[in-house]
């Protein structure tokens, strides 16, 4: 490594996504919180006036310092992204029982309502508009619940997240949750670039959702003393909430881009494992399992495998 390569700055904590999905929900948040305090927050007289006084009479020694942590608060708190998204799927720890239960109700109730509707659909006049309906109907059970019940969270975001894991890959013998971490490498780059545009969009919105509903609560306690701009804790709650909402929809986009890349790209992986390429659909399924069987579990897949030089290494010919 050279010397040069020492100071420069890594490729992701430079990159648009770490700004979009770390930087702007961390500034947001930092900004509103700082304008409480310099309006006089905890107290119980807000001055507005005063805190863009404070703003205004920054220098820019302390603004640099400002940026410094705020930033700094962002690249701590950005590996956590992933444990971040998995809470909001609804993986919440053991004492969050009787909250996952009445989630997981609410969820099943949601389902049987959707199945109802795909069922009524399917049982409408064969013409072209009772045919779109049920198509329709169809679709959105895919994209909003997992095909297996025991799949089914508590959440929006947990169950459109599950239906990708359970549906991307299935109609090929592809087990997702261990196929794609092995795909993905392999994507064309307008393949990637769509995959990597919708799971920026997803994470953001996660990242956004959250720091606005801590953002609510650290307002809701320095406000509490102030009589009647308690309220200005709503603002914070009903980003959070929108946010949330966009996330989901973040989902559908994302889990549609991971099926298309399964449809366009699943043939990279045979040479890229050095496996001759499947005859047709039912041997492709069955060497499909075999490998997702064997990738999840550790077993010997049988069929073997050629030696490396063998075969074009897919990265040289891409």
Request: proline share 7%; net charge positive.
């Amino acid at each position: 490594m050279r010397v040069d390569e020492l100071s420069r700055v890594p490729a992701g904590i430079s990159s648009g996504r770490f700004f979009l999905v770390a930087h702007l929900p961390t500034y947001a948040a930092a900004a509103y919180l700082l304008v409480l305090c310099w309006a006089g927050a905890p107290g119980a007289d807000l001055r507005f006036r005063d805190a863009w006084r404070t703003a205004a009479g920054l220098g820019a020694g302390e603004i640099l310092l400002l940026l410094i942590a705020v930033t700094l608060a962002a690249l701590v708190l950005h590996p956590l992204q992933l444990p971040l998204v998995r809470l909001l799927e609804g993986f919440w720890p053991r004492w969050c029982g009787a909250l996952a239960r009445a989630g997981l109700r609410r969820q099943r109730r949601i389902l049987r309502r959707y199945r109802r509707a795909a069922e009524l659909s399917r049982d409408t006049p064969p013409d072209a508009e009772g045919v779109r309906r049920a198509g329709l109907a169809d679709t959105e059970l895919r994209r909003r619940f997992p095909a297996r019940g025991e799949l089914l969270r508590p959440t929006r975001l947990g169950n459109a997240l599950a239906a990708l894991e359970d549906r991307a890959g299935a109609p090929y013998g592809w087990d997702a949750p261990v196929a794609w971490p092995r795909l993905y490498p392999l994507l064309s780059v307008q393949v990637r670039a769509v995959v990597d545009d919708r799971r920026d969009l997803l994470d953001a919105m996660c990242r956004l959702a959250a720091t606005a509903a801590a953002c609510a609560v650290a307002s809701l306690a320095l406000l509490a003393r102030a009589d009647g701009w308690a309220l200005l804790s709503a603002v914070p709650l009903g980003l959070a909430w929108l946010a949330y909402g966009s996330a989901v929809h973040a989902a559908y986009a994302y889990a549609e881009a991971v099926r298309l890349a399964f449809d366009l790209e699943r043939f990279a992986l045979y040479p890229a494992l050095h496996i001759e390429r499947p005859a047709d659909l039912p041997a492709e399924r069955a060497l499909n399992e075999e490998l997702s069987t064997f990738w999840r579990q550790g077993e010997d897949p049988s069929r073997a495998y050629t030696h490396p030089e063998e075969t074009a290494c897919p990265h040289e010919t891409r």
